[in-house]
């Protein structure tokens, strides 16, 4: 069975699905609820010195995943630091505390946090310039190790990242919800959330954070916590190919219930086993980014089940039945994807 455990700047876990910063780690009793139903740790709520107001409404599901406008948490910083991470902490959690958006936030914040119990800091920012600046404020104040939790919103994430790291950030999560973004109800032609802009999330975002990790991890040598679109034990795999040590996940357990962490923790092994990966460290950053050569498309005529599928996508109409390609196929590949029998293969990429 392969080997759970893993390592984030520091920190040890049993395994490697953490609760990411959203509405489920919305204050103490959620958190422990969430470790309770398996997560490996939480990431609060993001704290700020000054609680926010949600629009209403702030959370929608959508095709690819889910909508947000809900801004950071809405409880007291003070009620944080008297009540919710203690209660987390008494109970056993690894707590990573969620802190932002403002550098001044930050230095009014983090001692406080790490004296509540906080395991590590994670800081976040909605201006990508300020990043490295919450890095630097945050561990010039704690001794607990600092995260930074990097978007693919701004234009720079790579430069960011390192930045962060030369502040001395222990670890970087990637990436926060996707944005801005709207949806419109055409009823009443209001957007469907009480704001004009929101932000994307779930397997709809899940190339955009695999992208981004893979290119963090490849300029950086600090451990990512992957974040972003991973629901199931696949694209947890995916996640630590591209060159995550963790995984976070808030929208598939706001929209599949907590239950998914125990779940997918199963799940997670067996895969890695049939994958041959006999632990995380195995698998971290294992994706193959050489070319393959010699590819070509293979036809297994038993296993078609002529639905004509392939026919029907095939952008260049060079596919005149499953069996049968034109000169003007490109072997875009689009055909083999949308097969549903495994009749269309690629060969020579094992
Ligand atoms: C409703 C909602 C609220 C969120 N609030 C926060 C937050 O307060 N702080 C933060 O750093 N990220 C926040 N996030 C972003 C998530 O932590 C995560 O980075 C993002 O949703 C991508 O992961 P996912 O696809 O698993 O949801 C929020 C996401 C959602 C959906």
């Given amino acids: 069975m392969a080997d759970l455990r893993t390592a984030v700047g520091g920190l040890e876990l049993d395994h490697p699905l953490v609760l990411a910063s959203g509405p489920l780690s919305w204050n103490g009793e ?39 406008a809900e801004r950071w948490s809405d409880l007291d910083s003070a009620q944080w ?22 550098p001044a936030d930050v230095e009014a914040l983090a001692a406080a946090l790490e004296e509540a119990g906080a395991d590590a800091l994670e800081v976040v920012s909605y201006d990508e310039a300020t990043l490295p600046g919450l890095v630097d404020a945050a561990v010039r104040r704690v001794r607990i190790p600092v995260f930074a939790k990097l978007s693919a919103n701004g234009r720079d994430l790579v430069g960011t990242a390192r930045a962060c790291v030369e502040r001395g950030t222990s670890a970087l999560t990637v990436i926060d919800s996707v944005g801005p973004a709207l949806r419109i109800d055409p009823r009443t032609r209001r957007p469907l959330l009480g704001a004009t802009a929101g932000w994307l999330s779930g397997p709809a975002i899940l190339p955009i954070a695999l992208h981004a990790v893979a290119a963090v991890r490849q300029a950086v040598a600090v451990p990512v916590i992957g ?39 199963g799940d997670l092994s067996d895969r890695l086993d049939e994958f041959g990966l006999t632990s995380i460290e195995d698998a ?6 050489e070319e393959a050569r010699g590819v070509r498309m293979g036809f297994d005529e038993v296993a078609c089940i002529h639905c004509e599928a392939c026919v029907r996508v095939c952008p260049y109409q ?33």
């Fill in 318 to 350: 060079a596919r005149r039945s499953p069996a049968d390609v034109g000169e003007a196929c490109r072997e875009c590949g689009l055909c083999v994807s949308v097969c549903p029998a495994g009749a269309l293969v690629w060969e020579g990429r094992g």
């Fill in 30 to 68: 959620a958190i422990v609820r969430a470790y309770c139903a398996g997560a490996s740790a939480v990431v609060t709520k993001t704290i700020s010195r000054r609680a926010a107001t949600q629009p209403v409404p702030h959370l929608v599901r959508v095709g690819g995943g889910v909508l947000n």
């Fill in 284 to 289: 971290v950053g294992a994706a193959r980014w």
């Fill in 227 to 265: 974040t972003g679109g991973v629901e199931d034990a696949d694209t947890a795999v995916e996640m630590l190919l591209a060159g995550a040590c963790a995984v976070g996940i808030c929208s598939g357990a706001l929209v599949h219930g907590l239950d998914l962490f125990r779940r997918l923790r």
């Fill in 81 to 102: 630091i008297k009540r919710e991470i203690p209660l987390a902490k008494d109970a056993g959690v690894p707590v990573i505390a969620s802190v932002g958006l403002e």
